[in-house]
């Protein structure tokens, strides 16, 4: 038997044709055929090859062995044609024979029973699966809370993903694992009684808030004193993100919502902590915005759930770093009763945390209070990052104990951005940024009123050519004469290159004078250090009329001050800033003491901290 070339739409299949049937021999009237019938079996191409040319008179369809039998004249003889087709072509197949003008009958005993056979698994499918959700929908709210249950998909879109929103053991993490917000800690110590003895505090009348709300930067550690709570009480931690709740269909985020409460409460005492809360607490529209209802619906629903509808020993954390955003019924007694702030650390808390990141890995003696002094403005995220920066450092110089210059190298790193140490960099252009960064590194050393810099570098980091590093001290105030002075350190890179190139400098302060430009206009229209005098002035105003002439004049006599400031302060001391630039060529990077001692001056403690650096294009 021979396999023909089974055709179904674009796509060429092979089959084995079916065994042939006895035809009736003689010669059909029907077809004017003269000799003896013949049978053949050929391919499904073959034959409607046959039926687009005209030659087949008649065809019979059996649906139940997926064969057709035609009946056509070749040769001055009748030959019976019998062709195999794949299942389900039944109807294509009529309707090429029917575009032919074949007569095409069933053969008998063929029904449809063959194809709905074929059809049946089909349509039990989506059946079987409808009975299955609904009985997943019928099943007790209150067993949803079981670990497994709700599983995320796209049949069931208001379930959680898997591993989230469902019941936590309880973290490991305490309040001994938190340093540098104390504040915060001994805002949050009452709950951990509380939760332990309820009892107690019910029988007195009392009645802790429903929720409290972190309030802080990115980085201060809001999530991990949630987590240190809930370890601390002993009571299980549901944490999900707020962006979770929200998605394209409708009702989602309610029932979210509803779901992660209801699973709260049947574990009984526990906390639920919502991180980035503005992702659904801002303030509801008074118009209707499109896109918006999904967001107010489940902001609704948290409401509710917040209200002390049913009673429980939920306590609810949320954080945010966007606390003017939120609705005020968020806010309101009975909600989010009390809010706490979790700033970024002080230079004790630094000291605190490197303390405890330093002591879970094998570090040399390390003196933490200095590393904390140039860390100002750092976060608990910036101290983690950089002490794991430092280690990562240790291991690809083969060591398995970090040092303290290991620390140093990662807090520039971390400050400034990895050094580029295969630029190629022309002489011309080393010499350029040497006096550039010279200049700056002076005006801070020499005026009164800068901070001491920290180092001074050459080597290129990031798009800088180089970069000067001051500090960022620990302080809430700055005065008038401190601005100025950041003013005039600003400028240090413009005279040193006219120190070296005359009239000829290069664009390599033009971030400098953004900088610069930016304190100055704050200067004028903010603080009121300007010619303009006390008031504030709003953007949009700075941009026409005769007030914006008034401010950019203020602003242009501030920055033209500085230029002269710095210049009166370098060009007598050309020698003295040439011997640092022949210094720094050749060492590449200087620190303070370094600078001081080329300066024949005395080295003095500055007030250290972080960074805020002055970079060369």
Not at 397 to 414: N, P, W, Y
Not at 498 to 527: C, I, P, S, W
């Amino acid at each position: 038997m021979v396999a023909g070339a089974l055709v179904a739409g674009p796509m060429a299949v092979s089959a084995v044709a079916a065994p042939s049937r006895t035809s009736t021999s003689g010669t059909s009237a029907a077809t004017g055929g003269t000799g003896p019938a013949v049978d053949r079996t050929v391919g499904l191409s073959d034959f409607l090859g046959l039926v687009r040319r005209g030659d087949v008179a008649s065809a019979t369809i059996g649906s139940a062995d997926h064969t057709v039998t035609g009946s056509a004249v070749s040769g001055g003889r009748l030959v019976h044609y019998t062709v195999a087709y794949p299942p389900g072509y039944e109807g294509r197949l009529t309707e090429d024979l029917l575009a032919g003008h074949v007569s095409v009958v069933a053969a008998p005993g063929s029904s449809g029973a063959s194809d709905l056979a074929y059809l049946l698994p089909l349509l039990a499918a989506p059946v079987l699966l409808m009975l299955l959700l609904g009985a997943r929908r019928r099943r007790d709210p209150g067993q949803s809370g079981k670990r497994g249950g709700f599983p995320h998909s796209a049949a069931n879109p208001a379930a959680f993903a898997p591993g989230r929103a469902e019941e936590a053991e309880v973290p490991t993490t305490r309040f001994a694992d938190v340093a540098g917000i104390d504040e915060a800690v001994d805002e949050l110590t009452g709950l951990v009684d509380f939760l332990a003895d309820t009892e107690r505090y019910e029988a007195a009348g009392v009645e802790m808030p429903h929720g409290y709300l972190l309030v802080g930067p990115p980085g201060t550690g809001k999530t991990l004193l949630a987590r240190a709570l809930a370890g601390e009480a002993g009571v299980p931690f549901f944490a999900m993100g707020a962006s979770e709740f929200v998605e394209s269909y409708v009702g989602v985020g309610a029932a979210r919502v509803r779901t992660l409460f209801d699973r709260a409460r049947t574990a009984g005492k526990s906390i639920v902590f919502i991180d980035e809360l503005d992702a659904i607490g801002r303030t509801r529209s008074t118009h209707s915005v499109p896109g918006n209802e999904e967001r107010e619906t489940t902001l609704n629903q948290l409401l509710v759930e917040m209200d002390g509808f049913v009673k429980s020993s939920i306590i609810v954390l949320a954080a945010t770093n966007r606390p003017d955003v939120l609705d005020s019924a968020l806010l309101r007694p009975g909600r989010f009763d009390q809010q706490i702030t979790v700033p970024a650390p002080d230079r004790r808390g630094r000291a605190r945390i490197l303390e405890l990141y330093l002591r879970r890995r094998n570090v040399e003696e390390v003196d933490t209070e200095a590393l904390s002094r140039r860390t100002a403005g750092f976060t608990g995220a910036d101290l983690a990052n950089l002490v794991n920066t430092a280690a990562l450092l240790a291991v690809r110089e083969g060591s398995l104990q970090i040092t303290e210059r290991h620390l140093d190298e990662a807090l520039t790193t971390v400050a400034l951005g990895p050094a580029r140490k295969s630029a190629v960099v022309l002489e011309r252009d080393r010499r350029i940024t040497a006096w550039h960064e010279a200049g700056h590194a002076l005006a801070g050393l020499w005026l009164p009123d800068a901070e001491d810099p920290i180092s001074v570098s050459i080597i290129p980091r990031g798009p800088a050519g180089g970069v000067t590093w001051f500090p960022d001290p620990d302080q809430l105030f700055l005065s008038r004469k401190q601005a100025l002075a950041q003013l005039a350190v600003a400028m240090g890179g413009r005279v040193g290159e006219e120190l070296l190139l005359g009239e000829d400098f290069t664009q390599g302060a033009a971030q400098d004078f953004k900088v610069a430009t930016d304190l100055a206009r704050r200067m004028v229209t903010e603080y009121g250090m300007g010619s303009l005098g006390p008031g504030y002035v709003a953007p949009e105003e700075t941009h026409l009329g005769v007030l914006a002439e008034k401010v950019h004049q203020a602003t242009d006599d501030l920055l033209r001050q500085a230029l002269e400031t710095t210049r009166s302060l370098l060009t007598p001391a050309r020698a003295t800033v040439a011997r640092a630039v022949e210094a720094l060529l050749e060492e590449e990077t200087l620190e303070r003491d370094d600078l001081a001692r080329i300066c024949q001056e005395a080295p003095v403690t500055g007030s250290g901290g972080s960074s805020h650096a002055s970079v060369a294009a």
